[in-house]
């Protein structure tokens, strides 16, 4: 089993990789993300002691598929999930990924094609009600 990842960070979160900030790019018609070479480490049980450094590749793109749909809050509650604000498009999601660690590579890709994907903005928690 391998499991390539971020490393559990300081704040104790986990499988997180900081993209580059250009690695985003947002147009009229869809978002692509493109990362090459991040740096992880590969462990081989959950929160093993060994780990071995590793870098992966990914390129995904969402095609817009449809038009906006527009969410308001179904509850005041802080803590209620429906409590946020968004607007999402239905999209088609292709990717192409690979990854690299010392005796083992592996690459793939996939689509959303038959299944779901969309793509949007969001506000919640102390964001919601500022514009």
Request: charged share 20%.
């Amino acid at each position: 089993m391998h499991d390539f990842n971020g490393a559990v960070q300081p704040s104790g979160l986990f499988w997180i990789v900081q993209a580059p900030e250009d690695a985003l790019k947002i147009d009229d018609d869809g978002v692509q993300l493109d990362v090459d070479g991040a740096s992880v480490v590969d462990d081989f049980q959950f929160f093993a002691p060994l780990t071995v450094p590793g870098t992966v590749s990914y390129h995904m793109r969402w095609k817009a598929a449809g038009p906006a749909r527009h969410f308001t809050p179904q509850s005041s509650d802080p803590t209620d999930p429906t409590n946020f604000v968004g607007d999402f498009r239905p999209a088609i999601a292709t990717g192409t990924f690979s990854g690299s660690e010392l005796g083992f590579s592996f690459t793939g890709t996939a689509s959303s094609d038959m299944t779901f994907a969309e793509f949007g903005t969001e506000r919640n928690g102390l964001f919601l009600q500022s514009k």
